[in-house]
């Protein structure tokens, strides 16, 4: 099946700082979705993606297909970004649920 | 966005018994949801395509007679834990996508169901 693989695995930053998460996949994809979980456990949906690029605030994601990855970045960080960022995909050809990566913990630092 | 509502948040059962989560999409219809499994610090694990009047399909490795899955309408799957162990205590999240969709539209989540085996 489709390997989706995320970097950095942790990350601290200061609050204020700006960070990018990336996700790299392994084959084409239908479907791209950024989620942000939070300490009891339930998935923001932050950005569905599978090409191009949005902005919603101070998050913003990319996707170049082509190339078979994504970015999320978040500027000007605050201590509520803090939490466990996955990436997952729908790939090309193969079934219909997502495909998560391992996440990136982020913890911002007052 | 659309809404996917999971009951109950929490459950504490003695070994041996069985559970039922429901997983419910609220302000759509869905053909077909889906149920994860997560383990503590580790990353979310498809369990089963859960299609709305025919029988759910299961990845490999994970049991259908253990974890049964019924999706009898176009709004309500559930997922019945059988004879639960401890080995089976871990956080179970359905998600959903709109009927209107194919594979390429937008999933949505539940709040996820902690289930501790005692």
């Known amino acids: 099946g489709i390997q989706v693989e995320q970097s950095p695995p942790d990350l601290i930053l200061q609050e204020g700082a700006n960070s990018t998460l990336r996700c790299n996949f392994s084959?084409?994809?239908?479907?791209l979705q950024w989620f942000h979980q939070n300490p009891w456990g339930q998935l923001i949906n932050l950005f569905y993606i599978p090409s191009g690029t949005k902005q919603n605030g101070r998050l913003s994601a990319t996707t170049v297909a082509t190339e078979r990855y994504s970015l999320l970045y978040i500027s000007s960080s605050q201590t509520t970004d803090s939490g466990v960022y996955f990436c997952a995909v729908v790939s090309g050809g193969g079934a219909d649920g997502l495909t998560f990566g391992k996440g990136t913990h982020l913890i911002i630092q007052p | 966005g659309a809404v996917v509502s999971q009951h109950p948040s929490w459950v504490i059962c003695k070994s041996g018994t069985s559970v039922k989560i429901e997983c419910r999409s609220l302000?759509?219809?869905?053909?077909?949801m889906f149920w994860y499994r997560q383990f503590p610090k580790q990353s979310l694990m498809l369990m089963a395509t859960s299609n709305e009047g025919s029988k759910a399909t299961y990845e490999q490795g994970v049991e259908k007679d253990k974890f049964l899955i019924n999706h009898a309408s176009l709004t309500l799957s559930t997922l019945t834990v059988t004879s639960a162990h401890p080995e089976d205590s871990s956080f179970y999240i359905c998600?959903?996508?709109?009927?209107?969709?194919?594979?390429?539209?937008?999933?949505?989540f539940g709040e996820g169901s902690r289930l501790t085996v005692l």
């Open positions: 998600s959903a996508r709109s009927s209107l969709w194919t594979n390429t539209g937008e999933l949505f």
């Open positions: 084959d084409s994809v239908n479907n």
């Open positions: 302000d759509f219809q869905a053909t077909t």
